[in-house]
């Protein structure tokens, strides 16, 4: 009986079908996770901290520097104790990081704070919210970009200024010595001077130079040995000097210059009514044509220019024909004329901050005739406006007439006054 029961059992299950049977396999078999446990929560717990410090990083607008903490050699930080046992604990989850290593895994930490503290002060991790000092005073509304413009928009355009002004002003007490020969007549006496120097130059940085430049000196004297004359001068000059170049290379310019110069009052002897000079008595004209070189050396200590004109013009003009035998002038007439060669040296050296040189040298020669006159004005300044000047002057002149010291004439002077420049 119990075989039988047997060859039933074994006969029905071999009867099921295929598919029956690979169901009932399948219902056996069981699903097993390769992966250890402990690995895989060890893998989510740092796909957490990382998605936390990306949105960290991401909602901060600059590094947020306590992040180096975990990462750098595991320290003691006062302030995370402090605040895991304060009762308005604020901490973050870096800070509930460090606690947890703290209390688990003692043995990790490697420094405490004290420790750097002896190296450098510790660095606050924590942004400091910093509050602005002003206020909204006016809330300006922002206007869109295609916005029209109603009101009218005048532009103003700034010509460049290629003009440049300068001048120099003095007032100064006086030694003069005055050679018995000398061409305008004078005796050496004390006296005051008065001397102004005024520029204007024109440059329009593209090779074209217009420069101006105008003397006056005028200086009067009263001797007590004269009896005749209350009042002399003993120093009188107007002189005009005008340039117009053309750049040639850096330093050189194609010139036109023209100098012009006479006196403002007659020129007078101690006890002697005779008129050696007047106003336009003589009246000199110069024009030349020739290159002028730009000096600029030591630093800019030296400045000023040298004109070299191989064609030159000399015209000498008297208004009183009284005085035309004096300057050279034909009796009966008022001017004479010659063509020759001139040459000009017109230079300013600053040879320390309160001591100036000025010096201009002219020569001209009709091949008949020299003239070279050399004046040196060396200025000693004390303060803005308080100076001290020596002038010498030097004069040569064959067509003069000769006298004690032949054809050679001297001037010179020391004064102390006042002085401003600008």
């Not at 017109?346 to 100036?356: P, T």
């Amino acid at each position: 009986m119990n075989l039988k029961i047997f060859l039933l059992a074994v006969s029905a299950v071999f009867s099921l079908p295929m598919d029956a049977q690979s169901r009932l396999r399948n219902s056996r078999s069981h699903k097993v996770d390769t992966v250890p446990v402990l690995v895989k929560s060890y893998m989510d717990s740092l796909s957490v901290s990382k998605a936390k410090i990306d949105s960290a990083a991401v909602e901060s607008d600059v590094n947020d520097g306590r992040y180096y903490r975990l990462f750098a050699p595991l320290t003691f930080y006062h302030g995370v104790a402090g605040d895991m046992f304060s009762l308005e604990h604020d901490g973050d989850e870096q800070d509930y990081t460090l606690a947890n290593i703290y209390m688990n895994r003692p043995d990790l930490v490697r420094n405490t704070e004290r420790q750097l503290e002896l190296v450098g002060p510790v660095i606050n991790p924590y942004q400091e919210s910093v509050t602005p000092e002003t206020e909204l005073v006016q809330k300006v509304v922002k206007k869109t970009e295609n916005a029209d413009i109603e009101a009218p928009v005048d532009i103003f355009v700034a010509k460049p200024n290629f003009w440049k002004f300068s001048g120099n002003y003095s007032l100064q007490l006086f030694q003069n010595y005055v050679s018995d020969n000398w061409y305008k007549g004078g005796e050496s006496n004390y006296s005051m001077l008065g001397t102004v120097t005024l520029q204007a130059n024109y440059n329009n940085k593209q090779r074209f130079r217009w420069e101006n430049k105008l003397e006056m000196r005028l200086g009067l004297q009263n001797s007590k040995g004269d009896t005749l004359h209350t009042v002399r001068s003993s120093e009188d000059l107007i002189r005009y000097t005008g340039k117009v170049g053309l750049q040639a290379t850096k330093r050189w310019y194609y010139t036109l210059q023209l100098i012009a110069s006479t006196q403002f009052m007659r020129s007078l002897k101690s006890n002697d009514r005779t008129v050696y000079s007047d106003f336009l008595s003589p009246l000199y004209i110069n024009p030349s044509l020739g290159m002028d070189y730009t000096v600029n050396a030591f630093k800019n200590r030296l400045t000023g220019s040298i004109h070299l004109a191989p064609i030159a013009y000399n015209l000498t003009y008297v208004k009183d024909s009284k005085l035309a035998s004096r300057f050279g002038v034909e009796e009966g007439k008022h001017t004479k004329y010659d063509f020759g060669s001139e040459v000009t040296f017109d230079l300013a050296w600053k040879i320390a901050d309160n001591i100036s040189w000025k010096t201009r040298l002219y020569g001209y020669t009709s091949y008949k005739r020299v003239l070279v006159e050399w004046e040196n004005t060396v200025t000693f300044i004390f303060n803005k406006y308080i100076s001290s000047n020596v002038f010498i002057y030097p004069r040569f002149d064959d067509g003069a007439k000769r006298g004690k010291h032949g054809y050679m004439q001297m001037k010179e002077f020391i004064s102390l006054g006042f002085n401003y420049g600008f």
